[in-house]
């Protein structure tokens, strides 16, 4: 077997590491599932995805939009029905008379699909109203910036279509569970050797250390990318069995998290990207791991150590949220690994950092800090792992 094997097998074989993963796993799996059967994830938008097309017809018809702009964007189902397509009715009617734990289903469907049309004027009139003030406002980078992305929107869609649901499964839960299973497997990886004595026995060997550095380190990576891929599948399993995989692809702007940020992506790019970052954020979090482990003689100081690293970037990229402008104040919550294994607060908010007379998308400083990070533990790991001893 080769070195890459053993020490794979040595990450892989730590009972606790898998014990812990299935718990996880197991109550991730139940809080996805306790909402199967809540009204919205059954019917709300379900029951309206065959109408998808005449729902978005009638939020774009000119008699429709004056009736709810009139209204101030308050309006019925039954006000908006002499307006809007008959087969929206005649769809909501099958559901006559059912009742779903205590709701009236057609009268929710009704509510539903006025709502849905309500909305999306309402959001295009915003958006319009936005672009206009752009125009009349000062020729600063960041009006630009705006003014090009607003401009250059796909036209916005109704929110039927179930991205909102599946682009939320990277929000904030699942890079932490992926996270805290590659600090439990990887944080050990060189500290078990201080407390072995393995340490300054490997000066004696033919190869020293250093065949052995790359060997852990391409070890712990394989490691990192399977867990990312185990969580990922069971997530997306979960989701399409709660509610069903997404019908159709639908610009960013279309779902009520983006619908304001100057966001030009649609919502299968934005998945993709977020499960590539899930992947290299993953590795980067491994780096700075194996770093962190190769200086310390405990494990649970190098786990309590790297966790720390970690959280503090998740705690803050999750309290920075719904802002599309990056700060010296925000910027280490932009450019931290949560926040590339998420890619919720930079990619999706569209965020910008203005430097000189330009606004730069900030995933670009997220990607070099993240590039950065990794090549220095790397670096580091290699100086304190092949060069210091520790004695015992």
């Given at each position: 077997m080769?070195?890459?094997?053993?020490?794979?097998?040595?990450?892989?074989s730590k009972?606790?590491?898998?014990?812990?993963t299935?718990?996880?796993?197991?109550?991730?799996?139940?809080?996805?599932?306790?909402?199967?059967?809540?009204?919205?994830?059954?019917?709300?938008?379900?029951?309206?995805?065959?109408v998808?097309?005449?729902?978005?017809?009638?939020?774009?018809?000119?008699?429709?939009?004056?009736?709810?702009?009139?209204?101030?964007?308050n309006?019925?189902?039954?006000e908006?029905q002499?307006?809007?397509?008959?087969?929206?009715?005649?769809?909501?009617?099958?559901?006559?008379g059912?009742?779903y734990?205590?709701?009236?289903?057609?009268?929710?469907?009704k509510?539903?699909a006025a709502?849905?049309?309500?909305?999306?004027?309402e959001r295009?009139?915003?958006?319009?109203?936005?672009?206009?003030?752009?125009?009349?406002?000062p020729?600063?980078?960041?009006n630009?910036?705006?003014l090009?992305?607003y401009t250059?929107?796909?036209?916005?869609?109704?929110n039927?279509?179930?991205w909102?649901?599946?682009?939320?499964?990277n929000?904030?839960?699942?890079p932490?569970?992926?996270?805290?299973?590659i600090?439990?497997?990887?944080?050990?990886?060189?500290?078990?050797e201080?407390?072995?004595?393995?340490?300054?026995t490997?000066?004696?060997?033919?190869?020293g250390?250093?065949?052995?550095?790359?060997?852990?380190?391409?070890?712990s990576?394989l490691?990192?990318?399977?867990v990312?891929i185990?969580?990922?599948a069971?997530?997306?399993?979960?989701?399409?069995?709660v509610?069903g995989l997404?019908?159709k692809?639908?610009?960013?702007?279309?779902?009520t998290?983006?619908?304001?940020?100057p966001?030009?992506?649609w919502?299968?790019q934005?998945?993709?990207?977020?499960?590539?970052?899930?992947?290299?954020?993953?590795?980067?979090?491994?780096?700075?791991?194996?770093?962190?482990?190769s200086?310390?003689?405990?494990n649970?100081v190098s786990?309590f150590i790297?966790?720390?690293?970690?959280?503090?970037?998740?705690?803050y990229?999750?309290n920075?949220?719904?802002?599309?402008i990056?700060?010296?104040k925000t910027?280490?919550a932009?450019?931290?690994?949560f926040?590339?294994?998420?890619?919720?607060n930079v990619?999706?908010?569209g965020?910008?950092?203005?430097?000189?007379n330009?606004a730069i998308p900030?995933?670009?400083f997220t990607?070099?800090?993240?590039a950065?990070?990794?090549?220095?533990?790397i670096?580091?790991t290699?100086?304190?792992?092949?060069r210091?001893e520790?004695?015992?």
């Open positions: 080769s070195l890459v094997g053993v020490e794979f097998k040595k990450i892989i009972r606790y590491v898998w014990v812990l299935l718990l996880l796993a197991l109550f991730y799996a139940y809080l996805i599932l306790n909402i199967a059967d809540n009204f919205s994830v059954v019917y709300s938008k379900r029951a309206l995805q065959p998808f097309q005449e729902i978005m017809d009638a939020a774009y018809d000119p008699q429709v939009q004056a009736y709810v702009i009139k209204n101030e964007f309006v019925t189902f039954d908006l002499p307006l809007i397509s008959p087969r929206i009715a005649q769809t909501i009617e099958q559901y006559q059912k009742i734990k205590g709701y009236d289903v057609e009268k929710q469907l509510d539903e709502l849905r049309i309500e909305s999306l004027v295009n009139v915003t958006l319009n109203k936005r672009i206009q003030e752009l125009k009349n406002e020729d600063t980078p960041l630009r910036y705006l090009q992305q250059h929107m796909p036209k916005m869609e109704p039927l279509t179930r909102d649901d599946w682009i939320d499964i929000h904030s839960m699942l932490l569970l992926i996270g805290f299973v600090l439990l497997g990887t944080s050990g990886v060189y500290s078990n201080y407390s072995s004595k393995m340490h300054g490997l000066l004696t060997t033919k190869n250390r250093s065949e052995l550095f790359w060997s852990k380190l391409l070890a990576c490691f990192a990318a399977i990312v185990i969580f990922q069971l997530a997306a399993l979960l989701y399409m069995h509610y997404p019908f692809n639908t610009p960013i702007n279309s779902l998290s983006f619908y304001k940020m966001n030009t992506m919502a299968l934005f998945y993709f990207c977020q499960l590539a970052g899930s992947l290299l954020g993953a590795i980067v979090l491994t780096a700075v791991t194996l770093c962190i482990s200086f310390c003689r405990s649970l786990f790297s966790g720390i690293y970690f959280a503090i970037g998740a705690l990229s999750l920075v949220e719904g802002q599309y990056s700060s010296m910027i280490f932009d450019v931290s690994t926040s590339l294994m998420s890619l919720t990619l999706g908010n965020k910008v950092f203005i430097v000189g330009s900030t995933i670009r990607l070099i800090t993240q950065v990070i990794f090549a220095v533990a670096l580091l290699y100086v304190f792992y092949n210091k520790i004695i015992a």
